[in-house]
């Protein structure tokens, strides 16, 4: 509990109010009035001190800002208006440029093509087969309607991981196929007869990368330790390691034709390696989210990068640069799938899949469908 005050604090504290209020009646007691109107504030603060505060806080704010004092309205102009009651003339509107055109209508598209049209007997409503979108300055890109085929059947359920299946490989000679899991194990399975070959362990958390090379007898993988291993297939023993990244390591790519190796992980970044030496070649920053997956291409872009962070990035392997930053997903970006022979890519998110034309990153169009996050995806050559 606090002591109760003594008269002396009593006294003491009357004689700080009392000082207070008198300086307080002296400051404003000077405050004349002339013909009805307050002075001016320079002159009421005869003491230099006070002079020099009330210049600091208000010398500032006396006058409007240049830029903001243009915008206001002259008082001319303010008279004729009140005169005349008229609202002010509305700024005129900016012409703005029109980036895309679109294609043919439905009338002229179905006159084009011979009168084929599809019509929606439900709502009677008539869409051309092919449609077009036309970029002033290219040209029209045409989405060829894809043929129907049966759909996919359930042929075999493959069983023996004790954790989620995070990645899978195929054999470039579609013999056998890898499997990466939350046990911390990669797992060689027959492609024909879905039994086991192989188990190799060496990872201390889960594996979230494979990758299998066409011309060398390696198999990369990478996981959540931020270990990159590449084993050799002959000794299915680990022969390198790829130190750098500081988080775990979610995807990895092989180039075609070079020997470089591709990954990227938790601490947004993607490092190019030398298969061989296992020297980092390049580390590409740019992303401020995690690398979720990463692929390569013989021809520029030869590295392709999504994001977390809602980005796709191109990448010029030489210079080890940004070419172009893809910004049209809302969230974030989990798969890439690059299609072998039309020079197009796709990215999956949750907002869908997007389709892009290399080398620029030119959008193409949106694949609907999906309600839900798309975690991988894969391009294969129409049959």
Request: glycine share 8%; net charge positive.
């Amino acid at each position: 509990m606090e002591a109760p005050q003594t008269p002396q604090d009593a006294l003491h504290l009357s004689a700080l109010a009392s000082q207070n209020a008198a300086a307080t009646r002296n400051l404003y007691s000077r405050l004349e009035l002339a013909n009805g109107k307050r002075q001016k504030l320079e002159g009421v603060f005869e003491d230099a001190v006070m002079k020099r505060r009330f210049e600091a806080e208000y010398a500032a704010v006396q006058t409007l800002p240049e830029a903001l004092a243009a915008k206001q309205p002259s008082k001319q102009s303010l008279r004729k208006t009140a005169k005349t009651g008229a609202a002010p003339a509305p700024a005129p509107a900016r012409k703005t440029p029109k980036l895309l055109e679109a294609g043919p209508s439905s009338s002229a598209a179905s006159t084009a093509n011979g009168g084929e049209s599809t019509t929606t007997k439900a709502t009677g409503t008539t869409t051309p087969q092919s449609m077009s979108l036309t970029v002033r300055g290219s040209p029209a890109i045409q989405q060829v309607k894809p043929e129907w085929h049966p759909p996919w059947k359930l042929m075999r359920v493959i069983s023996g991981h004790l954790g989620w299946v995070r990645s899978l490989a195929v054999e470039p000679g579609n013999k056998w196929f890898a499997s990466g899991a939350g046990d911390r194990t990669i797992k060689i399975w027959d492609l024909a007869t879905g039994s086991l070959r192989l188990t190799l362990t060496g990872h201390i958390s889960t594996v979230r990368g494979l990758a299998v090379s066409p011309r060398h007898p390696y198999l990369f993988s990478c996981g959540e330790d931020k270990m990159v291993k590449c084993w050799d297939l002959e000794t299915n023993k680990v022969i390198r390691h790829y130190h750098g990244h500081l988080s775990g390591v979610y995807t990895l790519s092989l180039h075609p034709t070079l020997d470089v190796l591709v990954t990227g992980g938790r601490d947004g970044v993607a490092r190019v390696w030398d298969m061989r030496t296992r020297s980092n070649i390049h580390v590409l920053s740019g992303h401020t989210g995690t690398v979720s997956d990463v692929k390569c291409q013989e021809a520029d872009p030869q590295v392709i990068t999504a994001s977390l962070d809602s980005t796709v990035r191109l990448w010029d392997l030489a210079a080890g640069k940004t070419m172009g930053v893809l910004t049209h997903h809302k969230k974030g970006v989990r798969a890439l799938a690059v299609h072998p022979t039309e020079f197009t890519f796709a990215s999956g998110s949750t907002s869908g899949i997007k389709q892009w034309k290399c080398p620029e990153g030119a959008f193409m169009q949106n694949f609907e469908g999906h309600n839900a996050i798309i975690n991988t995806m894969s391009a294969t050559m129409a049959q």
